[in-house]
């Protein structure tokens, strides 16, 4: 069975029209369809039907959709295979995550983890966090870190393993007139200058839908997407930067503070995921594991707080996208499975 002719098969089936799909495929409409044609020929099965302009499946297309993206995800598995033994690359783990990601998480882990493995290679790739389920479903990555708590995971699909919560943390100099010690709550820490992320952040999100919970209206001073640069304004009396506790400042004259709401710290849910139709290398196995445990040493906090069921609804419903907190139970947090 020719590979092509499926890959079009699941192209036309997602995308519900001869031309997205041909868009999608850099192939042409005509040779898109004539490649329909032929599978259906092969296999003796019509696969679609028309619904106006969109090809919609039939009964036995809908059967093999499933099977012909697992045959199309062992291919991509076993194709990355060879190109990796053409480099030399025998065996290498690649991992995508953000810039904050890699620079709080991976100078420290990874000679930890090279210790333990020392004959497999982390591959660091920088993404956007709205790319990391494509790459895992492409192929290019065998594992994502991304927060889960604004973003939609497909638990059918994706497999996850929570690591430690992270805090969203407001830092500012000493003379900024601010009550409270190690936490301050977020309806008084607006009537300041806020130096925030970008909307590309998590950390953005959850303030964000935080001030919506809480009926405030935030003061923004300055937004970036470089957030020491946050930092370097604080430091210089701008505002309160707004930051994830995975860059809390080293040697830093900024007082460093919780952000609240109704004394629950607001909380970042960070998963490690994986796309459980492909198969991990089985060095993957423990990668979670590791990884947890070095977060937990690397970032001590206080135990979670477990926030009241009014607050935790108003919080996800009003969390961009609507997108709820994904967590489980430690007795269910899975690992991820060797082949």
Known sequence: MDLRRLKTFVAVAEHGTISKAAQV??????????????????????LF???????????????????????????????????????????????????LTIEGFFPTFL???AEIYPDVRLNLLEARPADFLSMLERGEAHLAIN????????????????????????????SLDIDGSESVEIRRLVEHPLLLPDVSYATRELFDAACQVAGVR????????AAHALLAFAEAG???????????????PLRIMRVTHRREPLRITVAVLWDKQRILPHYAEN????????????FPQ??????????????RALTPRNLAVRTRTSSRRRKVPSP
């Open 25 to 46: 495929l850099r192939i042409t409409q005509p040779a898109l369809s004539r490649q329909i044609s032929a599978l259906e020929g092969e296999i003796g099965l019509r």
């Open 49 to 99: 039907h028309r619904e106006g302009r969109r090809l919609v499946l039939t009964a036995q297309g809908d059967h093999l959709l499933g099977d012909c993206r697992s045959l199309l995800s062992h291919a991509a598995t076993v194709t990355g295979r060879v190109q990796s033994l053409r480099r030399g690359e025998l065996r290498a783990l690649n991992i995508a995550a953000s810039a």
């Open 111 to 113: 000679p930890r983890y």
């Open 147 to 174: 927060p889960i708590n604004v973003m939609h995971v497909d638990d059918h699909r994706f497999g996850s393993f929570l690591l430690p919560q992270f805090e969203i943390l407001a830092a500012c100099m000493p």
């Open 218 to 225: 935030p003061t923004i001073s300055i937004e970036s997407a």
């Open 238 to 252: 701008h505002g309160v930067a707004i930051i994830p506790s995975v860059l809390r400042p080293a040697l830093s």
């Open 287 to 298: 990668f979670s594991e590791l990884l947890a445990q070095h977060v937990r040493e690397r």
């Open 302 to 315: 206080s135990p979670p707080a477990a926030p009241g069921p009014v607050a935790l609804m108003k919080l």
